[in-house]
């Protein structure tokens, strides 16, 4: 069954610090690199932690960085690094502190999670049903194929060099934003939170994020920039900003989107106006 043999230099300790061991694997066709550690595991270092579900890509809790590229380690063969004579190096996430191992504390993630107003959408029509275009649901449908492995937030420099952990919300909550914004039902304005809360500003555009992405999610280009632009025309077109001034919101209309209004439902969330709504306003 063996083909050849594999080096391995993984990551061994916690936040405070820690060394890389050297481990020797026999490697076998489709192996992957989660293959490997459990290989180690098993029959040398019983105590190694890693997190790991389904092995399938599916989880999303297997994120590592394989050779200093953010990867999971379960969709990882180690087939791809056979050219290259050094050890293959597995490191935990450099954005997230270590708690032992391979397995690093995510939870600021969730608490980020958390700060996302929940889907709001507008009543039924008449007949008691939810229309919506194709269109539009085939553009927000991307975005629920995150997996939340957090690869993108580990890559993210905003957050992975410049520790941007709370005034940032990062690559997989913009996108989650997107998603609700973008969705044709949904009633709240999500943009003064993004301003202000999520740092949307922040965001560069470099595009590190969707590179990393194992759903090849169009992060960048699909979801920020998007809700970039939207930010950017509400609070920093000087038109804009002057008629605010001076007179109130002024009146917005889209096509897919609900329009908004000025009356505020919580201090940072809009309600929408409903198209019906903003017809008779005209
Ligand atoms: S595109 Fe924005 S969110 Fe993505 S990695 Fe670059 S700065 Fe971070
Ligand atoms: S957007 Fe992609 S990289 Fe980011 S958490 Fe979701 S699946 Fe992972
Ligand atoms: S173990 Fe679930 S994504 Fe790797």
Same mark, same amino acid.
């Given at each position: 069954?063996?083909?050849?043999?594999?080096?391995?230099?993984?990551?061994?300790?916690?936040?405070?610090?820690?060394?890389?061991?050297?481990?020797?694997?026999?490697?076998?066709?489709?192996?992957?690199?989660?293959?490997?550690?459990?290989?180690?595991?098993?029959? $040398?270092? =019983?105590?190694?932690?890693?997190?790991?579900? !389904?092995?399938?890509?599916?989880?999303?809790?297997?994120?590592?960085?394989?050779?200093?590229?953010?990867?999971?380690? !379960?969709?990882?063969?180690?087939?791809?690094?056979?050219?290259? =004579?050094?050890?293959?190096?597995?490191?935990?996430?450099?954005?997230?502190?270590?708690?032992?191992?391979?397995?690093?504390?995510?939870? $600021?993630?969730?608490?980020?999670?958390?700060?996302? =107003?929940?889907?709001?959408?507008? =009543?039924?029509?008449?007949? &008691? #049903?939810?229309?919506?275009?194709?269109?539009?649901?085939?553009?927000? $449908?991307?975005?629920?194929?995150?997996?939340? !492995?957090?690869?993108? $937030?580990?890559? !993210?420099?905003?957050?992975?060099?410049?520790?941007?952990?709370?005034?940032?919300?990062?690559?997989?909550?913009?996108?989650?934003?997107?998603?609700?914004?973008?969705?044709?039902?949904?009633?709240?304005?999500?943009?003064?939170?993004?301003?202000?809360?999520? &740092? @949307?500003?922040?965001?560069?555009?470099?595009?590190?994020?969707?590179?990393?992405?194992?759903?090849? @999610?169009?992060? #960048?280009?699909? &979801?920020?920039?998007?809700? +970039?632009?939207?930010?950017?025309?509400?609070?920093?077109?000087?038109?804009?900003?002057?008629?605010?001034?001076?007179?109130?919101? *002024?009146? +917005?209309?889209?096509?897919?989107?609900?329009?908004?209004?000025?009356?505020?439902?919580?201090?940072?969330?809009?309600?929408?106006?409903?198209?019906?709504?903003? +017809?008779?306003? *005209?």
């Amino acid at each position: 069954m063996s083909d050849k043999k594999a080096t391995l230099k993984i990551y061994r300790g916690d936040n405070d610090g820690g060394e890389f061991k050297t481990y020797e694997v026999e490697t076998y066709p489709g192996m992957v690199v989660l293959d490997a550690i459990h290989d180690i595991q098993a029959k $040398q270092e =019983p105590g190694l932690a890693v997190r790991w579900n !389904c092995k399938a890509g599916r989880c999303g809790s297997c994120g590592a960085e394989v050779n200093g590229k953010p990867k999971l380690m !379960c969709m990882t063969r180690m087939s791809a690094y056979d050219d290259d =004579p050094e050890p293959i190096m597995v490191t935990p996430m450099k954005a997230f502190p270590i708690l032992k191992d391979l397995v690093t504390d995510v939870s $600021q993630n969730f608490r980020m999670a958390q700060k996302i =107003p929940a889907f709001a959408p507008r =009543p039924r029509e008449a007949d &008691g #049903t939810h229309r919506m275009q194709q269109d539009d649901i085939e553009r927000i $449908q991307e975005f629920r194929k995150c997996i939340e !492995c957090f690869l993108c $937030q580990n890559t !993210c420099h905003v957050i992975r060099d410049h520790g941007k952990k709370e005034d940032f919300a990062g690559p997989r909550f913009l996108i989650a934003m997107a998603g609700l914004d973008m969705h044709p039902l949904d009633t709240l304005d999500r943009r003064e939170l993004l301003k202000d809360e999520f &740092g @949307i500003g922040y965001c560069n555009i470099t595009r590190c994020c969707t590179e990393v992405c194992p759903e090849h @999610i169009n992060i #960048t280009d699909n &979801g920020i920039i998007p809700m +970039k632009e939207r930010v950017a025309d509400d609070y920093f077109d000087p038109v804009r900003w002057l008629i605010r001034k001076v007179g109130g919101e *002024e009146k +917005k209309k889209k096509a897919s989107l609900p329009v908004i209004q000025n009356e505020t439902s919580t201090p940072v969330v809009k309600k929408k106006k409903t198209e019906k709504a903003a +017809k008779a306003d *005209e």
